[in-house]
Structures are given as structure tokens and as C-alpha cells.
Antibody, heavy 119, light 106 residues
Framework: QVLLQESGPRQVKPSETLSLTCTVS??????????WNWIRQFPGKGLEWMGD???????NYNPSLKSRVTISVDTSKNQFSLSLSSVTAADTAVYFC????????????WGQGALVTVS | EIVLTQSPATLSLSPGERATLSCRAS??????LAWYQQKPGQAPRLLIF???NRATGIPARFSGSGSGTDFTLTISSLEPEDFAVYFC????????FGQGTKLEIK
């Protein structure tokens, strides 16, 4: 059973960088079978896919965030991480890490989520 | 960007009734459409992937249909635990989500 757990600061100041880490258990990020994702949910409940990463370090990002987002992977720790620069109040959201499904078209395992407030 | 529009925004039904939720895409997504259920304080839970395939452990009362731009999630007979918010999601060049349908108890 794959489990994901987000960690990191829950409050960030405007103009600073938001950083979160997702720790994976029950599978290896370096297995090469899946992409590992970050998704956020705004207070109004809308969901936004931010990007994904393969164990090789290859990434895909949402074009609307591409200039501010960086996703990285640490295979030795079985973790992947999110950095979002120049944050504003509009970046206040619950941030989820999620595993791509075997079909490569959905997300079948999610972390519990981390509410990050920009203030 | 492909926009997904869900309807209705809110659906009020009673346990035992049939629920029909709609998701329309601004352009064809083939069959790359998924459905999720979300309860307060929880992460979304994958119900259906590739338009009509139930995810592992999902009860048979949940079914999905459609292709191209029009998709439907059907819950054949509502159980008390089914009242939640439902999102659709597509995978084309990148992923986008619908705005959600709240299924509430009438």
C-alpha cells in the first residue's frame, strides 16, 4: 500500500518561496513506474495540477505556473519536493502530493494535504 | 487549456435514489476522463478512470460513461456515505479539473 505524506512550513510570507516535501512509503520513487505529482486546492475548492516528476528528474509543469514552480526528487530519501517562488495571498491553498495511476491518466493515491497560508 | 464544466453545481437527492452527474469538456479529451469523490477534510478519492473503469475497491453502484466531450457519473442507488463533492479531471497536454458538484441530502 502506497502512502504519501506532505511536510513543510504551513505559513509563508508574501514574495518568499513556498517549500514542501512529500515522503513516499510502500513504493520507491525510483521504480520508474509512475510520475509523482503536486496538486493544490484553493479555499473555494477548485483544484489545480501544478506539475509532476519522474525519478530521472524529468519534469512537466502547468504552463500557468511554469516560471515560479520547481519540482525535484531525492531518490535516496524516497521523497519529492515542491518549490513555489514569489508567493502571494492567491497561493494560499491545501497542497497535495499524489501518485499517478497505472493508466497514466489519473491520480490514485493522495497525501492528506498541507494547508499553506501566505501571510 | 481544456475547461471542464460540471453540472449541476448542487444536486439534492435522498438515499436510495439514482444520481446523475455531468462533466462537459471544452474540446475532446478522448476517454481520458476521471472522477473523484471528496469529503470534508479529506483528499479526493479516485472513483473512475478512463471514463468508465472503476478504481480498485470502488463499489459497483458507481459507473462512468461518455467519450469526447460529454461524460456522466452515475450512482445507481445512493448510500448515506455517498453524499460528498464530486470532481471530474481530464488528461490531455496537462491535467485540469472541473469545479465540482456537491451531492447533498434532500
Amino acid at each position: 500500500q502506497v502512502l504519501l505524506q506532505e511536510s513543510g512550513p504551513r505559513q509563508v510570507k508574501p514574495s518568499e518561496t513556498l517549500s514542501l516535501t512529500c515522503t513516499v512509503s510502500g513504493d520507491s520513487v525510483s521504480s520508474g513506474r509512475f510520475l509523482w505529482n503536486w496538486i493544490r486546492q484553493f479555499p473555494g475548492k477548485g483544484l489545480e495540477w501544478m506539475g509532476d516528476i519522474y525519478y530521472t528528474g524529468n519534469t512537466n509543469y502547468n504552463p500557468s505556473l511554469k516560471s515560479r514552480v520547481t519540482i525535484s526528487v531525492d531518490t535516496s530519501k524516497n521523497q519529492f519536493s515542491l518549490s513555489l517562488s514569489s508567493v502571494t495571498a492567491a497561493d494560499t491553498a491545501v497542497y497535495f502530493c499524489a501518485k499517478e495511476s497505472s493508466s497514466r491518466t489519473a491520480f490514485d493515491v493522495w497525501g492528506q494535504g498541507a494547508l499553506v497560508t501566505v501571510s | 487549456e481544456i475547461v471542464l464544466t460540471q453540472s449541476p453545481a448542487t444536486l439534492s437527492l435522498s438515499p436510495g435514489e439514482r444520481a446523475t452527474l455531468s462533466c462537459r469538456a471544452s474540446q475532446s479529451v478522448s476517454n481520458y476522463l476521471a472522477w473523484y469523490q471528496q469529503k470534508p477534510g479529506q483528499a479526493p478519492r479516485l472513483l473512475i478512470f478512463d471514463a468508465s473503469n472503476r478504481a480498485t475497491g470502488i463499489p459497483a453502484r458507481f459507473s462512468g460513461s461518455g467519450s469526447g466531450t460529454d461524460f456522466t457519473l452515475t450512482i445507481s442507488s445512493l448510500e448515506p456515505e455517498d453524499f460528498a463533492v464530486y470532481f471530474c479531471q481530464q488528461r490531455s497536454k496537462w491535467y485540469t479539473f472541473g469545479q465540482g458538484t456537491k451531492l447533498e441530502i434532500k
